[in-house]
């Protein structure tokens, strides 16, 4: 059968066609690059003489599923959510929560159109166009989305980063961290917005994806988690330079603290840093471990000199 050859086994194939419908023909099933966390497949399907096309997550990952065994209702939540507050976004199709029907939670849903673009062409634009997606975003209160923020990591536990150049200052970051958080106002926030989540259109956002992390916390969070990626692609003057679009976009709704970029920076440690994979797969080139490790280290020093001009 169709699909079995890439991993997606007959199970899936045939929930997939009770829910939209037994007479669909699914004529091809390709697995798509960028994800790490999860497999994602793209399902094209004819149904009528209209050829349409899906996508289905599989969370096969135990050790994900073992600290967060909601997963697929998450999402499936995030997406609804997203998508009635008028964002754009997958529409959800179905969810299996438990695995019950695909071996593992998967989460059903339409393929946006569009494309991941790692290296515009005009980058203020798009930089701006990121933010402006974001700080939209941002407006939305969430006050009855069940889902709350949580940091990844506990800066009073994490060890002396010996891959780091500046490791006392590292240490620093953790002191700061591990302090009292800065009340702010809450909202909906995607909680793993970066560029490679973000589809584009004739130079223009078509669609935010993956929302399984999605929950109602600190925009500081989703500005500070974008801006660390942007930091070891690009270098810090565009993270900078996304930080000061965004803060044009969202006006009087926020205010900048420099904590939750460090939170932010702090969430991402996982043993030595290294090149994310999905960057490759969309076709970002020129990175290696030492630039990401050596762009953290400056993007951390620009961060606590924020602290001392605070």
């Known amino acids: 059968m169709a699909g079995e050859q890439y991993g997606l086994q007959k199970q899936s194939i045939e929930w ?24 994602l497949f793209e399902l094209t399907v004819k149904e009528n003489d209209q050829v349409l096309s899906y996508v289905l997550r599989l969370f096969h990952k135990a050790d994900w599923l073992e600290k967060e065994p909601d997963l697929a209702r998450h999402e499936a939540d995030s997406l ?14 179905a969810y299996d ?6 071996g593992v939670p998967a989460v059903f849903m339409t393929k946006e159109s569009g494309s991941v673009v790692l290296q515009p062409t005009h980058d203020n634009k798009w930089t701006d166009r990121l933010a402006a997606a974001l700080a939209e975003l941002h407006q939305i209160k969430a006050e009855d989305f069940p889902y709350e ?10 060890e002396k980063p010996t891959w780091s150049k500046v490791q006392n200052d590292w240490m620093r970051a953790f002191y700061i961290v591990s302090g009292n958080r800065p009340k702010v106002r809450e909202c909906f926030i995607h909680r793993d917005f970066h560029p490679a989540n973000v589809l584009w ?10 929302w399984v992390n999605a929950c109602r916390g600190p925009a500081g969070i ?20 996304f930080l000061a679009a965004y803060q044009r976009h969202a006006g009087n709704l926020f205010v900048y603290d420099p904590y939750w970029d460090l939170v932010s920076l702090i969430d991402t440690l996982n043993g030595s840093p290294t090149v994310y ?13 030492e630039l990401v490790r050596h762009r953290l280290d400056d993007y951390l020093l620009s961060l606590l000199d924020r602290f001392d001009d605070f």
Not at 82 to 91: I, T
Not at 149 to 158: G, P, T
Not at 222 to 241: F, K, P, T, W
């Open 80 to 93: 609804q959510y997203a998508e009635q507050s008028g964002l754009l976004v997958p529409h959800l199709i």
């Open 16 to 39: 997939v066609k009770s829910q939209l419908n037994e007479q669909v023909e699914i004529i091809d099933v390709d697995p798509l690059t960028g994800g790490t966390s999860s497999k």
């Open 201 to 210: 259109e004739n130079g223009e956002i078509s669609a935010i994806v993956d």
């Open 277 to 289: 994979p999905g960057w490759k797969a969309f076709g970002m080139k020129g990175l290696s471990d």
């Open 149 to 158: 923020y949580f940091s990844y990591n506990d800066a009073f536990l994490l």
């Open 97 to 102: 929560e438990t695995g019950q029907e695909n």
């Open 222 to 241: 989703d500005v500070g988690h974008c801006r660390v990626n942007l930091a070891q692609m690009y270098g810090i003057s565009v993270a900078n330079e």
